[in-house]
């Protein structure tokens, strides 16, 4: 099923020969924590690279820097030092749900495809879609203060699959998800993929290593392959 129907989708192609849409060297990070102590540093020489029509995963231990790097990729945190490219556009789930307590979830939709910059006709066929695809249509005029936290996950990916973007930046997307919603999210990365674009997926532990086509582990600030 397409989410959004403004634009055709990409034609299948093969991950190892697609371009790079992602690509960050070098990334360094350390945060001050008081004035009369050393900075202590998060990244040291982190890098990942996502191609069209890749699923990649990012693990690494509570604590290791995962949260601090997807921000970075997403414009949300500056960086001290590194090499960053994203070409394409990119919708971007954190870990926290970005929500607002008196809004209705088609209210969200209203209010994000505005900031997208989205025609209405488009913010509506796609949010359709979303909430057909993700399962939770009967909560669309439902205040966020009123949702389930699982509720709330869906809403939260739902946001950012809106435009229909070339990379998704995912933060432990499926957190909160019961089993049929993890199936459906899985469903939906496969399309994605097929139809040529990409996603990169944060967790802090990788249970079905065969959904992804390379998992990187982030260790000592470093990332390596696993």
């Known amino acids: 099923m397409k989410l959004l129907q403004g634009r055709p989708p990409r034609p299948p192609s093969s991950a190892a020969d697609s371009p790079f849409v992602l690509e960050a060297r070098g990334i360094a990070k350390s945060y001050q924590r008081g004035w009369r102590r050393a900075p202590r540093r998060v990244l040291t020489d982190a890098g990942i690279e996502l191609r069209a029509g ?5 693990v690494g231990e509570n604590g290791s820097g995962k949260s601090t790097l997807m921000r970075i990729l997403v414009g949300g945190l500056q960086r001290d030092g590194g090499e960053l490219i994203r070409t394409g556009t990119f919708g971007y789930c954190p ?7 008196r809004l209705t979830c088609d209210e969200h939709f209203e209010l994000f495809g505005r900031a ?13 879609g979303i909430y057909e695809t993700l399962g939770f249509d009967a909560y669309r005029t439902t205040r966020v203060e009123e949702l389930s936290g699982g509720t709330r996950a869906k809403l939260n990916l739902g946001l950012a699959l809106l435009p229909d973007p070339d990379i998704l930046l995912l933060d432990e997307p499926y957190a909160g998800f019961d089993w049929d919603t993890y199936l459906r999210f899985w469903k939906l990365t496969g399309e994605r993929r097929d139809e040529g674009r990409s996603v990169l997926i944060i967790s802090h532990f990788v249970a079905d290593q065969e959904r992804f086509d390379r998992i990187v582990e982030l260790r000592d600030g470093t990332t390596v392959p696993k």
């Open 54 to 58: 890749e699923i990649v995963g990012l």
């Open 95 to 101: 870990q926290e749900p970005v929500l607002y307590e």
């Open 116 to 128: 997208y910059g989205l025609e209405t006709g488009i913010t509506e066929r796609s949010r359709e």
